[in-house]
């Protein structure tokens, strides 16, 4: 079953904080539902679909549902993909609404790592049973150095270098300098990205995305309601979603589940990479957008350091303008997990709502892209295509 | 200037049932593997099937210890840094998360040999770990 045409994105909202000490996590989630909803120009009672991640407050759709009084819902969804869950929550809303189950979805992501003190470098606990625990927990992995080790086998595979690596936090510098609400709006060179302090080679802090309180929200409806709002139209035309491991021990790190999720979206789309006109390339650390770029097929596996070199992903100066709100690297990366920032400023783009200076001019044809989890080990790849109706 | 390895407080690995073998293994200096009886393919982490044929018919051997780094990284913030975790390519296929250890830090590449070394987990528990065993290879 298709989605293509299926469903649109109506209502779409970024929580202005970026810490909020105190906010408490419902009321982040509450806050985002609530602003996206208004966005649509819905209600709350139009409501009859929800979905939520591991970052809602007991990790599914439960609590949320009691504190927001949600009492509607025909269908509900707590899919778990960290960072790219809510690009896969899209992906199912459309569907369950192809499907007949539900008119009106919510999505929503919240969470306040900033105020809590959260930092990359820290060891997760992600449960409890895990097989691959023993096997893994006493060599200290953690998000920053699950991340290094693919960055520095790509640079042994292919020659990419920390300069080309850096070009990716340059563009978004470019890009968050315009977004009033971005955690780091300074512009930054490869020389300040480079001198910034080695966190785990090779990757530096400014290699890395900010953590950040705050959230954001989505409303997903079926295409008669989308005709009878206001906003302008953005339709769903196609996705994707992968999990990508360790192979049993048959490990390799040169690409991502992106290259089994992207393919897939732009099949059913009917459209190829190069008729990308913006894209939200999930953006935790530096090398996590180049993977991303040539496992998407931008430009050949082995190339994205040259790809993502000298401006190319700079709105108005390159050819591909990624993340134009200063994505995770510069704006906003909330509950440590940046797939819904990346759908909002996809819908920003389509709609011609970004910020005039970094606004892709005519934008109809965008992808958002996410991953969830770390690429060192175990994680999922969720990819999106959405045009202008 | 060289980021010798330091000793770092190792977390206990937390067993499930049917770990017991390899860390017992570890224990009397042993790396241990899972090898499959059905399609002769050998697996790690080890598990109760084959993750490549689904068979059960899987059973341990002993790795000969020797390997070369897939990749690694330095890891220079945080708790127990300076450490280097890498993923090493055993002789017998399998590819593993480490460490590697009793070495300078920035010497290490990838493409090097390594031989397996244990260290002790707070409690006490065996856990494989790599060092080198020539300088670094281009």
Known sequence: ?389 | MPTPSQDRKISDPAMNPGDEPYFAAAAEGRLMLKTCAACHETHHYPRSLCPFCWSSNVTWIEANGSGVIYTFSITRRGAGAPYCIAYVTLDEGPTMLTNVVDVDLDSVRIGQRVQVVFRKSEGGVSIPMFTPTLAAQP
């Open chain 1, 1 to 389: 079953m298709t989605i293509r045409g299926k469903a649109y994105i109506v209502g779409a909202y970024e929580h202005p904080l970026r810490k909020a000490p105190d906010h408490s996590v419902a009321q982040l989630h509450a806050d985002v539902a609530r602003g996206a909803i208004e966005d649509a120009g819905l209600s709350r009672d139009d409501i009859d679909a929800y979905f939520c991640a591991g970052d809602a407050p007991g990790t599914n759709v439960w609590s949320m549902a009691n504190y927001l009084n949600l009492n509607r819902l025909k269908h509900i969804d707590s899919t778990d993909m960290g960072g790219c869950s809510y690009l896969i929550h899209i992906a199912h809303a459309a569907e369950a609404i192809a499907a007949g189950k539900c008119n009106v979805a919510l999505i929503t992501l919240a969470g306040r790592p900033n105020s809590e003190g959260i930092s990359g470098t820290q060891v997760r606990v992600r449960g409890v049973n895990l097989p691959d625990s023993p096997y893994e927990m006493p060599y200290n992995p953690v998000t920053l150095n699950l991340y290094a080790m693919c960055a520095m086998r790509h640079m042994h595979d292919y020659g990419t270098t920390n300069e080309q690596l850096a070009w990716v936090k340059v563009a978004a510098s470019h890009h968050a300098q315009h977004n009033r609400h971005a955690m780091l709006r300074d512009l930054v060179t490869v020389e300040q990205v480079l001198a910034s302090p080695m966190i785990s080679d090779p990757l530096h802090r400014l290699d890395s995305c900010v953590v950040s309180d705050g959230g954001g929200a989505v409303i997903v409806a079926r295409p008669e309601i989308a005709r009878a709002l206001k906003r302008p139209r953005v339709k769903l035309i196609g996705r994707g979603e992968s999990t990508k491991h360790q192979m049993g021990g048959r490990i390799d790190l040169s690409y991502t589940g992106a290259a089994w999720s992207g393919p897939r979206a732009f099949e059913e789309a009917g459209v190829k990479p190069s008729d990308i006109q913006y894209a939200s390339i999930y953006d935790s650390f530096t090398i996590t957008v180049l993977l991303q770029l040539e496992d998407l097929g931008f430009c050949k596996k082995g190339e994205g350091g040259s790809f993502v070199a000298d401006g190319n992903l700079i709105s108005g100066v390159g050819k591909l303008p990624i993340n134009t709100d200063g994505g995770g690297l510069c704006n906003n990366h909330p509950a440590n997990r940046g797939g819904i920032t990346k759908i909002i400023e996809a819908v920003r783009q389509l709609r011609g709502e970004a910020q005039p200076q970094v606004q892709v001019p005519n934008c109809a044809l965008a992808l958002a892209t996410g991953i969830g989890g770390a690429i060192g080990h175990r994680h999922g790849a969720a990819t999106l295509i959405m045009e202008r109706e």
